[in-house]
């Protein structure tokens, strides 16, 4: 993984750098997606360019770029089976510093990288996460999916901690997600929760996908925010991220989900969304 | 403004760029400072070194620098009169994107550089500040001064579309602060009003020696948080931060304050507090 994508250029790893003025280190002022490859594949890469062009639009930052084409050269360039392409643009480099944007004609900084990573053969899918929960303090925007991860990765450290594998975070005592995977559950009587698209989550490229094959399997599905305590009741509780995938959570505070073990049906979730997205063209959207 | 500090070695701006993996730039994992300087002398740096190694301490992030050195170094290099010596230091660079941190001997980022600006002769003491009031929907560890500032960015465009110079936000209706000042009040019975240090604003160190300075005149501090109402009903209404020094505010949400010109209290603060400032060493804490 040494070829990195920056402002046009194919660079070796050592020569990514940017200018310390980039309003993306100054203001947080950027944008990011993760794409998962597998086999050599970029996983729904449309969907991926349809979020990051809306999270432009959101932060009116004017970026244009063959986003598939990169993230193509990038997989291919650096040799990648199964891993994922980072690609963060921000607003660009302003040399006075100012909160307000420079001129609209400012070029944007777009770099984006590869990086190696199991994905389908994660232990994690067999023996099921742990999970601890904790207060959501992020900011009340987490649908834009900016670069302003601290508090993800505080929790993240939190839940190392903790000897467990993820914080799933609350606002009003409602769960809204983990660090970095949209949260679901499936109760008792075969319904799947998952909390609605709305200010609070990230919509899930994933999840999208997720949903789908749910419904295929005769899944019920409610998107509503549940509570910790419903959560604890489930049958069933899993994860949903582009590098994750699917992955279930057999603990939550302590508290055993279900019979401890990974479910049933999110097993059955997990396979089928393997089956789907992987016999399909990268780009389709 | 030539030239910028970047880890242990000052370099022409141009050369000033740091790598797409370090973390203040994947995570928004960095801490910052803007110390001001006037009539070539930075002013409270003490009191920045205090508050950038409290920030550095609440997120566990390990760097040491000599930061008044850095400081005094680029504005003798740089030959920096009036302006501001911004201060950056992030977890450092990491490979392998993670949320979690890298191992705690990984070296940190710091980089800092300097710039012009007029702060005495600023037209908006005589003419005062024109303000709006919207939701504060930053994170809610204010108090850290991360470089997490996207929201307080697009606050202050949307101050700029609305035609005025700033906005106040607000959570439960009370003033936190401003995009980039701390906020404050003077009832009609001379009482200073001025949030509480707490996790919803940034502890101020242009606000302490404010504080120190309004007492002396004689005034009351409460320091509470307040309403819009209580706002737009005070005598007097202003802002305080590094590069602003004292700023009055004459109107809120198209409310007129007090009489609609800059407060005479105000004034004198503004002046004291100038007075204060340069008549001592800058290294003083």
New interface residues.
């Given amino acids: 993984m040494h070829i990195?994508y920056?402002n046009g250029d194919y660079v070796p790893?050592s020569a990514?750098?940017?200018?310390?003025?980039?309003r993306?280190?100054?203001?947080?002022?950027?944008v990011?997606e993760v794409i998962s490859v597998i086999g050599g594949r970029l996983i729904d890469m449309g969907r991926h360019v349809a979020r990051l062009e809306r999270s432009l639009g959101e932060?009116s930052i004017n970026a244009f770029a063959d986003w598939s084409a990169v993230a193509q050269k990038l997989v291919a360039d650096n040799d990648l089976d199964e891993g994922l392409v980072?690609l963060?643009v921000s607003r660009g480099v302003m040399?006075?510093?100012d909160?307000?944007?420079p001129a609209p004609e400012t070029a944007p900084t777009i770099?984006a990288?590869a990086?190696e990573r199991s994905l389908l053969e994660n232990p994690m899918a067999t023996r099921g996460m742990r999970i601890i929960t904790r207060?959501d303090?992020?900011?009340?925007?987490c649908d834009i999916k900016?670069?302003?991860?601290?508090?993800?990765?505080?929790m993240?450290?939190e839940a190392?901690a903790a000897g467990v594998d993820d914080v799933w975070m609350t606002r009003d005592d409602l769960v809204t997600e983990g660090?970095?995977q949209n949260a679901h559950i499936i109760s008792h009587d075969g319904i799947l929760i998952s909390h609605q698209l709305d200010r609070r989550i990230l919509p899930g490229v994933t999840r999208i996908e997720m949903l789908t094959q749910a419904k295929s399997m005769g899944l019920t599905v409610e998107e509503r925010a549940f509570s910790i305590d419903e959560a604890k009741d489930a049958a069933e509780a899993f994860v949903s991220s582009s590098t994750l995938l699917i992955m279930p959570v057999i603990e939550i505070d302590g508290h055993k989900i279900g019979d401890g073990h990974p479910g049933e049906r999110t097993g059955k979730i997990r396979q089928s969304y393997i089956s789907a997205v992987q016999g399909r063209p990268s780009t389709e959207t």
């Fill in positions: 990195v920056l790893k990514a750098k940017i200018s310390v003025y980039d993306g280190l100054l203001f947080s002022d950027a990011y932060l980072y963060q040399e006075e510093r909160y307000r944007w770099f990288f990086q207060s303090l992020r900011w009340q925007r900016t670069t302003q991860l601290l508090y993800a990765s505080l993240k450290m190392e660090t970095s």
